[in-house]
């Protein structure tokens, strides 16, 4: 059956969702980065349970001259191991997540059972990254601190005991921490000693100019709206950078490029530059495949009680390509 309109549990929320943006603009009441913040903290608390209960969570930091970044560690309770060796079971995988907020929200707290659903689902382990967040920190600070992490993943490893030559490191990011993550894939560092095998894009933010067609189609009363993300945008790059220069979209191939996996949403203003981005890296002769969830809106999977089965398919089709 073709698709017509938004998945009708959440088109009754969007239409609700839009009428207190209305009333909170007539009432004068304009966002800030606290009330962003909170906002998608009690988005997803509301409309993602906690758990599942994993065999492995575990926080930690990285200490580094200037600042501490922290981490959260999760892995997954395997099948056919024993009960007392299941804490010691080592995964082969790793999942460098990077969470998406528009630069400015989201943390390791608020993306907790998201993570904790991508560990369980794919087996895999999950290293979350708590990035520094515009305004008080604009590009690219955020993307700074995901390539420490990257730059000290070794002794990071050591500390979980999971030595890094025994594992592929994989990397995935949700909405702006899609565009980081693709800018970290598309500006490697060759002198990190390991290489990303596989990325996964979920409702990736990958052009800043706003010029496609599905953000003016989607642009107003779909969720995330053409409005909203210029602020989240004026507040990151703070005309530190161009936005042509530094839209993963428009930058240059490297060389080599992981595998990767694209998701994005039917009524999603950023759903044309998933597409375009998908033709870029199959033109340039890299591997990538497109999934489009057709009557979705942008980050459905912070709404996933009113869409479970929908999210749960989503986190099946990462875990099989996580694992094939």
């Known amino acids: 059956m073709a698709v017509t309109g938004v998945h009708p549990n959440l088109n009754t929320w969007r239409l609700q969702f839009h009428q207190l943006l209305a009333k909170l603009d007539a009432a004068g009441i304009q966002a800030t980065p606290e009330s962003a913040r909170q906002a998608l903290a009690d988005l997803t608390a509301r409309y993602v349970t906690p758990g599942p209960e994993l065999a492995r969570v575990e926080d930690l930091a990285l200490s580094l001259p200037d600042r501490s970044i922290s981490l959260r560690f999760y892995q997954a ?3 056919q191991v024993d009960k007392e060796a299941e804490g010691q079971a080592k995964p082969a ?13 989201g943390s390791i707290e608020v993306y907790d ?4 659903r991508l560990a369980q689902a794919s087996k895999q382990a999950v290293l979350s990254i708590e990035y520094r967040l515009a305004p008080e920190h604009p590009w690219p600070c955020g993307i700074d601190d995901v390539r420490a992490v990257m730059a000290h993943l070794p002794e990071l490893l050591d500390r979980l005991q999971l030595p890094l030559a025994e594992l592929n490191v994989h990397m995935m990011g949700d909405s702006g921490g899609g565009a980081m993550a693709a800018t970290i894939c598309l500006q490697p560092d060759n002198d990190l000693g390991f290489e990303l095998q596989k990325l996964v894009l979920v409702y990736p933010s990958l052009d800043y100019r706003m010029e496609t067609d599905s953000v003016r189609l989607f642009g ?3 969720m995330l709206t053409a409005d909203r993300m210029r602020w989240y945008f004026d507040n990151y790059l703070q005309e530190q950078a161009d ?26 203003p950023l759903k044309d530059e998933a597409e375009l981005f998908k033709v870029k890296l199959v033109e340039a002769g890299f591997s990538a495949q497109l999934a489009c969830y057709d009557d979705m809106l942008h980050a459905f999977l912070n709404l ?11 986190y099946c089709q ?7």
């Open 77 to 79: 309770k395997r099948e």
């Open 93 to 105: 995988d790793l999942v460098l997540f990077v969470h998406g907020g528009g630069h400015m929200a």
């Open 113 to 116: 059972p998201i993570c904790r």
């Open 220 to 222: 107003d009363e779909y």
């Open 243 to 268: 936005p042509l220069s530094i839209s993963p979209l428009e930058m240059s191939l490297p060389g080599a490029f992981p595998e990767t996996l694209i998701i994005n949403a039917g009524f999603d």
């Open 304 to 314: 996933e009680s009113m869409v479970p089965e929908v999210c749960e398919r989503a």
């Open 318 to 324: 990462i875990a099989d390509f996580l694992n094939a």
